[in-house]
């Protein structure tokens, strides 16, 4: 299938003004639009109605906007330099260079005595940032037990089928479900996620796998919604500003609630206070131990968007600038800022002899965001 083509020196991205209104941030270019765009971190960008053949950089994000959730949802969460085929109905898909803020939270006590619901208005809970202005939306209540019923568990049964469960209002958590089988019948399910923001058991749809045309009859119904007046998700509706740190929570009122959010870093420098001695010539920087986030999540807390599974890290690898042996203050190339760093990284020694100094290396790398150019060719 050939691509038309669509740049070119004075030849603008055939694209209607509406794409203007749809960014979050100055406008890509001055004049026109192109096929190149560049965004700054924390900034977004809407991709009209169209199909389209899109490039994300090595820092940005495809998501799609998930309309029965009201939350945008992340394509190539590996940033893995694929180019993505897509067809956009002007509001449903969108660039986001998310570098420097944070895309979600581990919840690690999730309080007691809040009103069930969601969002701030419904449960009178408001979560604020201590830097970068983002906003947040909290999740009351509303979560799956970990059992699920099995009414009946149906005959000849090849694979296990899929169990997809229902939405719950919009903004909160989708729970999921699978099981196994024995003689062709369901006799286990097991709760991946326990969603949030149920506000009544959910139906649960028993779907035969695509290889499997000779199961029936399968019917499993949900539990008991558990974990009342408990924080059962948090994630942001909004990234706000590129922060150097990661940012803290104040939950009010209080309860005991804490979380700790969940960072999108990528490397932006380093400070050299030791350079080691006898370094080979043609070693490497890699930063990414101490990034992945830990902790474990509070009973009943919806996952992924309340844990750490948001993010693929991908290290950082920077030229360091070698003299006598010595690593050097300045003339550090960063080669790939890494992504996906959910907090500040260790920065260690790859060397090209195999051969590492132990000793006389003090180097920290400091982190935020990275502004990001991809490539949109319409089809």
């Known amino acids: 299938m050939a691509f038309p083509r669509i740049g070119g020196a004075g030849i603008p991205l055939n694209l209607s003004s509406g794409l203007i209104p749809n960014y979050s941030g100055a406008p890509p270019v001055a004049a026109g639009f192109t096929n190149v765009l560049t965004l700054l971190p924390s900034n977004t960008f809407v991709l009209p109605g169209g199909t389209y053949m899109v490039g994300p950089g090595p820092y940005t994000s495809l998501q799609w906007f998930d309309p029965g959730l009201n939350q945008w949802r992340t394509v190539n969460a590996d940033n893995g330099y694929v180019n993505l085929i897509i067809d956009s109905d002007g509001a449903n898909f969108r660039l986001a260079n998310l570098t420097g803020?944070?895309?979600?939270?581990?919840?690690?006590?999730?309080?007691?005595g809040y009103t069930n619901g969601i969002g701030s208005a419904a449960t009178g809970l408001t979560v604020t940032p201590s830097a970068g202005a983002s906003t947040w939306v909290p999740v009351v209540g509303g979560a799956n037990n970990a059992t699920a019923v099995i009414t009946a568990g149906g005959?000849?049964?090849?694979?296990?089928?899929?169990?997809?469960?229902?939405?719950?209002?919009?903004?909160?958590?989708?729970a999921t479900m699978t099981c196994t089988i024995s003689g062709g019948a369901v006799n286990a399910v097991t709760v991946t996620n326990p969603g949030a923001g149920y506000t009544g058991i959910p139906n649960i749809s028993v779907v035969n796998d695509p290889r499997d045309t000779a199961g029936r009859g399968a019917i499993i119904t949900g539990g008991a919604l558990v974990a009342s007046g408990t924080l059962t998700a948090l994630y942001p509706s909004a990234q706000g500003n590129v922060v150097t740190a990661v940012p803290t929570f104040t939950f009010s009122p209080a309860s005991t609630t804490a979380a700790t959010a969940v960072m999108n870093f990528t490397v932006t420098g380093l400070t050299v206070t030791g350079g080691g001695t006898a370094v080979p010539?043609?070693?490497?920087?890699?930063a990414l131990f101490g990034a992945i986030l830990t902790g474990t999540a509070a009973a009943n807390t919806a996952g992924p968007i309340a844990g750490i599974g948001l993010t693929q890290p991908r290290p950082a690898w920077i030229q360091p600038s070698i003299t006598g042996g010595v690593i050097q203050a300045t003339g550090n190339i960063i080669v790939d800022a890494g992504f996906g760093l959910q907090g500040v990284p260790t920065v260690g020694l790859v060397s090209s002899t195999g051969v590492a100094p132990t000793a006389g290396i003090n180097i920290t790398a400091t982190v935020g965001g990275t502004t990001d150019t991809s490539w949109i060719q319409r089809i």
């Open 155 to 174: 005959t000849g049964y090849l694979f296990a089928p899929i169990l997809i469960v229902d939405a719950p209002p919009a903004g909160g958590i989708q």
């Open 101 to 112: 803020t944070p895309v979600g939270a581990l919840i690690t006590n999730a309080g007691t």
């Open 281 to 286: 010539a043609g070693s490497m920087l890699m």
